[in-house]
Nanobody, 130 residues
Framework: EVQLAESGGGLVQPGGSLRLSCAASGFTFSSVWMYWVRQAPGKGLEWVSSISSGGGITRYADSVKGRFTISRDNAKNTLLLEMNSLKPEDTAVYYC???????????????????????WGQGTQVTVSS
């Protein structure tokens, strides 16, 4: 059974940092691309970042580029997201996802029913507030 478990969320002041982790099990982690997705209160799903199976290719949403870093440790079946210079607009539930389905792959846009596909963790809350 595929399982994804996020951790590391919390309350942080603007300008602060957090490191999210996702522990994966039940599949060959090193063989698949992995994703971070977030959902802010009252808003839709937003793709945050992607990483290739070996970790050599990474991609970021413009909203987080230069501030967030995605990485993975295939020996430990762990996906990471280092978040720096956090802003209030980064407040959201952050999900670790395998087999993410985009509504529009060119723009990496998600739809509400993106949650019906792939494998999602339970999410971890990140709140950026003073």
């Amino acid at each position: 059974e595929v399982q994804l478990a996020e951790s590391g969320g919390g309350l942080v002041q603007p300008g602060g940092s957090l490191r999210l982790s996702c522990a994966a099990s039940g599949f060959t982690f090193s063989s698949v691309w992995m994703y971070w997705v977030r959902q802010a209160p009252g808003k839709g799903l937003e793709w945050v970042s992607s990483i290739s199976s070996g970790g050599g290719i990474t991609r970021y949403a413009d909203s987080v580029k230069g501030r967030f870093t995605i990485s993975r440790d295939n020996a430990k079946n762990t996906l990471l997201l280092e978040m720096n210079s956090l802003k209030p607009e980064d407040t959201a539930v952050y999900y670790c996802v395998r087999d993410l389905r985009f509504a529009n792959i060119a723009t990496r846009t998600l739809s509400p029913n993106s949650r019906d596909f792939g494998y999602w963790g339970q999410g971890t809350q990140v709140t950026v507030s003073s």
